[in-house]
Each structure stands twice: as structure tokens, then as C-alpha cells.
DNA sequence: CGGGACATTGATTAAGATCAATTTAAGTGG
DNA sequence: CCACTTAAATTGATCTTAATCAATGTCCCG
């Protein structure tokens, strides 16, 4: 009961070959981890080691914005003329429907591209709302298409970062059809677990930087109902959770729901 | 009660722009329409008039293949080799996961770019289900990026139609977290007949080319649901049903109802 | 040390799933 | 062309899940 925060106190440091980084930092002093990955639109120079965090600096020769947690990067309606690189933090990309009913269709963490929605009609179609005190490289969309010069290789590489975008809707999209609370809830909590394992986190423990609301508005559901299923995975010894504070105490079971027993 | 079948006879001929097109042929003998719309990626070529259907022709320079009501275009798991344009017939696109629950992602017309899940990892995520005899015109990857030689412009367009497979998803998304069966089915309805009245044919009188099961795949819901829904929207002589026959009565009310009251 | 946002928990209700039985239409082959 | 076969659709009865309404608890921040 004597939990040692803050979470992500790495039992798991066995988890993968990531480097052992047991705290989540509110900011990551990453270099780049697109360009490692191969994955970095912005340009092939962005190679730089570049450990250091300097508030302004501009290892892409692109310009940086700091985002205060609550505010917006960019908003439905907005005409699209950047992509957005989230150099550190996390972020919900949030649809309003006409009746005022809200979807977050993402939450997009350290490393993924924001403003795709953009590119469909010349206008975003979301909101893209940091969940923590941010920072992202702004990307302008114009100038990235005329460095390309040619080079079919970016277009290709722009065109799967969207199809990405595609398929993970797309799976999203399975679990609201065809889940139930539990097991919705189960394979968001794995979902998240992966990709902070695959940043280098610890996968096992972890802080949710949204709100239960945000999750059940994620998942199609209602915050009640995401709150009585955290509980049950509590009482069922597969999580332990203290508000925010996440355990996962049995991988196997969880990803077991998640994939409909 | 004297219906006069096939439907389609449009009594809406006044509608819009489109050409007063009142039967659904299971061929279609329109010239690429793709073409027109700018939005055929096969080659700036294609444009002829070509109101013929030759079983065999090749207006792009493109192959072009005959599907049967039921056999795939390709499946789940295929290597991602080519685009296929839906020259005439209907689709569905489905995906079935790992615990055999299968879910319809979307129900491609006439025009339709079909093969785009294949781009995200080299190999196809989809099955893709011709609901009637259909014809797609065959567009090899390779060659469809080799023939942009540097060409931005193509490149971009290709980008816009995955970003609009994208909004789609991100649509029905919306459509699955926050509606309830009834507006779930009045908004599918209102596609479908947003994109046929799109193509020239009747928006209010048409026939639906797929189950009851598959909607409700489409819609995660039971087709029990879908049937339901069906009777009272009739109930409330919104729509007129027979079977896969369709006539909506009450546009406005339709779209009252598909957009949350 | 409050004050307010966020989260949990309980009781009740309603929407849709599920199970089951017909009905209808569309092919199919004699 | 008609009887037969089968897939698809409708309809009814019941049950389950999650929504809804409501109260209370807890933590974080100033």
C-alpha cells in the first residue's frame, strides 16, 4: 500500500532493450528520436546528438513552440499550413461534432506528427489540446513539400506517416464497434503501455496525463464507466491504480481482455 | 403500394446538376468520372469520352478486372502491389480481427480508390468484397510513383486521398462514439445517398447493395438492431422500405434524426 | 488550510443484445 | 414454369450492459 511515488519506479527495467529511464519526465531531453527511427520529416540533417534541452533551439532549423498545458497547438477550423513534430509531452486531438458532443480521436505522445488532419481540405478538422506543458517543431507544410525537390522517397514517407494515421483509426474504430467496456479499456491501457515502452518508459507503470473523461470520451463511453472498469481490473488484481498512477500487475491478463478473453 | 421496381425511378430528376440518370444498372457506362473530378490518379491521360464499356478495354493504359458478386479484390494479408480504382459496382471493405469479429470499415461506390491499407506496412489489412459484379481498373504502385517523375503535384494528390480515407474513418468513428442506433442508421443512410446523388443517380430512391448484417457490422450494432431501426424510421414515414429497396419520404427529417435531433 | 476539479461509488433506468420463431424473397433444378 | 431450398429479413420476449442520476470522497493547487 506503501506505493513509491512518483510512478514509474522501474521494477521492469528488463522490459526491452530501451535504456533504462524509470521517471517520466514532464520534459523528455531526448535528441530527436524521429530521426533515429528514420521517421523525421523535417529534414535528413536532423541527425544531431543534441542531448541538451535549450528552451529555444532549433536542431531541425525549424522553429520550436513551448505549449502550456490546456492549450491549443492548433484548432478545428484552423486554415493547415504546418505539420506539428511533439518534440516532448502529450497532447488529444479532439473533435466537436455539430451537436456539441466531443470525441478525442488520439492522444498522440513525444515523437508522433500532429496536423495531418489538415491536409484532406485546407482547414484542421480537430483540436489539438496539450495534455501536459508541450513543446513541438513546427513543420511549415509548404516549405517540406518544396524540399522534397523531387525526391519521391519524402513524398512516400509523408504518405505512410498519414496512412498510419488511417490505421489507427481504423483500429480504434474496431474496438468501438466490436468491444465491450472491459475490454475497450484494456487494450487503450496496452495501447498506451506500448508506446510508452517503445519511447523507452517503463511499460508497466505509468502516469495517465488524461482524465477519465478523456478516456471515456476516447473510447465511446461514459467517465462512470471507465472509472467501474478500472476498479474491476483493480479488484481483479490485473492494475493497480491510484488515480492517475498507473500499475500493470498482470501484462498477460490485461492484453487477454483486451483481446476479448 | 404499386411500387414500380427496379427502383430508382427517380422522381427527384430535379435533384441536382447531375444528369437524369433514373436506373441503377448493375454496369455503369460512364466514362472515368474520376477523370473529371480530377481526382483519377492513374494518368493525366485519362480523359477520353469513352461512353462504350468494352469488356476488355483499357482507357488509362491500365489493366482492368471483372469481379464477381462476392469474390474478393484482395484480402487481408496480400502483399500491397497495387491501387484499384472502383470503375463500376459497389464494395465492402471489411476487417476481421483476431477474435473473428468482422467490422466493416466502409462500402466503396463507383469512383472509389480502394487499396490505400495496404500502404501503411506493404501488405493489404482488408478485405475487399465486391457486393455486386464490379469493375476496378488495376493502378500498379510502382508505376503509378515512377510516372510522377519529381512531380509534386501527384504526389500531393495521392496524399489528399488517403487524408480523405482518414476523415472517413474519422466520420464513422464520431458516428459509433457518440450516436445511438437510430442516428447511426439515419447518417449511413444519408451517405449512401449523398454519394449516389453525387454520381448522378437518384438520392431518394435506391437499392442497398449489402445486408442487413453487413450495416450493421458497418455501424456495430446487430442486424436485429438495424432491422428495428429500419421499421420505426418507416413507422414514422421517413422512409418507404422493401427489403434492400429504398425510397426516403422525409429528407429533412432524415437528417434531423442523423444528426442528433 | 480551504476550494475546486477530478474521481469513485451506489441505485435505477433504458437501450440494445441475445435468443427464438416466423415470414419473405430469391434462386435452382427438375 | 413451378415447387423446393436456402439466405435474408422481420418480429417478439427476455436479459445484460452501460447510461444516467446522485451523492460522496480525494487530491492538487493556490
Known amino acids: 500500500m506503501n506505493h513509491s511515488y512518483p510512478a514509474g519506479r522501474g521494477d521492469d527495467a528488463q522490459d526491452d532493450g530501451a535504456p533504462g529511464r524509470h521517471f517520466i519526465p514532464v ?15 523535417a529534414s535528413e540533417s536532423c541527425q544531431g ?23 491549443a497547438i492548433y484548432r478545428a477550423g484552423d486554415a493547415f499550413g504546418n505539420l506539428y ?3 516532448a509531452g502529450s497532447v488529444k486531438l479532439r473533435v466537436t461534432c455539430s451537436s456539441g458532443v466531443e470525441q478525442i480521436v488520439s ?22 489540446i496539450a495534455l501536459e506543458d508541450s513543446v513541438v517543431c513546427i513543420i511549415p507544410f509548404a516549405e517540406l513539400v518544396a524540399s522534397w525537390g523531387g525526391n519521391t522517397m519524402m513524398a512516400l514517407r509523408l504518405n505512410k506517416a498519414i496512412a498510419q494515421e488511417t490505421g489507427s ?3 480504434l474504430l474496431m ?17 498506451i503501455s506500448g508506446r510508452l515502452g517503445a519511447s523507452g518508459y517503463s511499460s508497466r507503470q505509468f502516469v495517465l496525463k488524461m482524465t477519465r473523461e478523456d478516456i471515456a470520451h476516447h473510447l465511446g463511453m461514459q467517465l ?3 472509472s467501474r472498469v478500472l476498479g474491476r481490473l483493480q479488484s481483479a488484481r490485473v492494475l493497480e491504480v491510484r488515480r492517475r498512477h498507473l500499475h500493470i500487475l498482470d501484462p498477460d491478463a490485461l492484453r487477454k481482455i483486451g483481446s476479448g478473453y
Do not use: K
Open 27 to 41: 520534459f523528455s531531453s531526448d535528441p530527436c528520436r524521429l530521426a533515429a527511427a528514420g521517421a523525421c520529416l
Open 169 to 171: 483509426y481504423r483500429r
Open 224 to 226: 462512470e464507466t471507465v
Open 107 to 128: 492522444f498522440p505522445m513525444a515523437g508522433a506528427l500532429l496536423g495531418l488532419d489538415g491536409i484532406e481540405d485546407g482547414a484542421h478538422t480537430c483540436d489539438a
Open 175 to 191: 474496438a468501438l464497434a466490436c468491444m465491450n467496456s472491459d475490454e475497450r479499456v484494456a487494450s487503450f491501457l496496452l495501447d
Open 85 to 87: 513534430q511533439l518534440y
Open 49 to 71: 546528438p543534441g542531448g541538451e534541452m535549450p528552451g529555444q533551439a532549433q536542431p531541425h532549423g525549424m522553429p520550436r513552440r513551448m505549449v502550456r498545458r490546456g492549450e
